[in-house]
Structure formats: structure tokens, C-alpha cells
Nanobody
Framework: VQLVESGGGLVQPGGSLTLSCAAS????????MGWYRQAPGKQREGVAT???????WYAESVKGRFTISRDNAKNTVYLQMNSLKPEDTAVYYC????????????WGQGTQVTVSS
């Protein structure tokens, strides 16, 4: 099982970025896919998740600014991030978890997002 994130980078406040996570080695359609982030000195926190049936959940801090989506044909999940704020700066991790067997849980290597002027 492998998750490979891409799309991170440096962006100015108010800007946008789209993160991608390509999955391999799993039956992608049934897995709950998610984005998490970890800022320096803080615990990892959930940002957004999406079920195989495209039901999404968002952290309050990103509601209305971030959109999670998935393309089951491409085994890829996306995180569209708009109106970025300096407090969104973190390493963003992709996660895949089986909806029933939660021990079947895989993380990507992470991609850095820095919001700064």
C-alpha cells in the first residue's frame, strides 16, 4: 500500500493550493480517505475526510475554504485549499483507512504547505 502526496508549496495569504494523493495497493473505492496536518510543535489534526460514497467531513477551521474530493477511477484524493491563512502552515498528510477494519490504516509521507507573505 502506498500513498503519494503532491502539490504543496509556498503561497501568500489569501492564495490557493491543491493537494493530490495517489493511492496504490488498496481497493481505493471503499476506503475512507482523509487529509491531516501537523504544524510545528502541535499535534496532528484532521482537516477533511471523504468516504467512498463521497460523503465529506471538515474541521471547523477549514469549512468554507477547503474542499475534499476523490476520483475513484484515478485512485486519487484531492484537497482544494482557498483563502489560505498563515495558520494553515503545516505538513499535510494523506490517510487511507478501511471503513470496517480500522487497523488497516496507511499514511503518506507528507507535503509541506507554507502560507507566508
Amino acid at each position: 500500500v502506498q500513498l503519494v502526496e503532491s502539490g504543496g508549496g509556498l503561497v501568500q495569504p489569501g492564495g490557493s493550493l491543491t493537494l493530490s494523493c495517489a493511492a496504490s495497493g488498496i481497493n481505493f473505492n471503499i476506503y475512507v480517505m482523509g487529509w491531516y496536518r501537523q504544524a510545528p510543535g502541535k499535534q496532528r489534526e484532521g482537516v477533511a475526510t471523504i468516504t467512498g460514497g463521497h460523503i465529506g467531513w471538515y474541521a471547523e477551521s477549514v469549512k468554507g475554504r477547503f474542499t475534499i474530493s476523490r476520483d475513484n477511477a484515478k485512485n486519487t484524493v484531492y484537497l482544494q485549499m482557498n483563502s489560505l491563512k498563515p495558520e494553515d502552515t503545516a505538513v499535510y498528510y494523506c490517510n487511507a483507512i478501511h471503513p470496517v477494519f480500522e487497523s488497516d490504516n496507511t499514511w503518506g509521507q507528507g507535503t509541506q504547505v507554507t502560507v507566508s507573505s
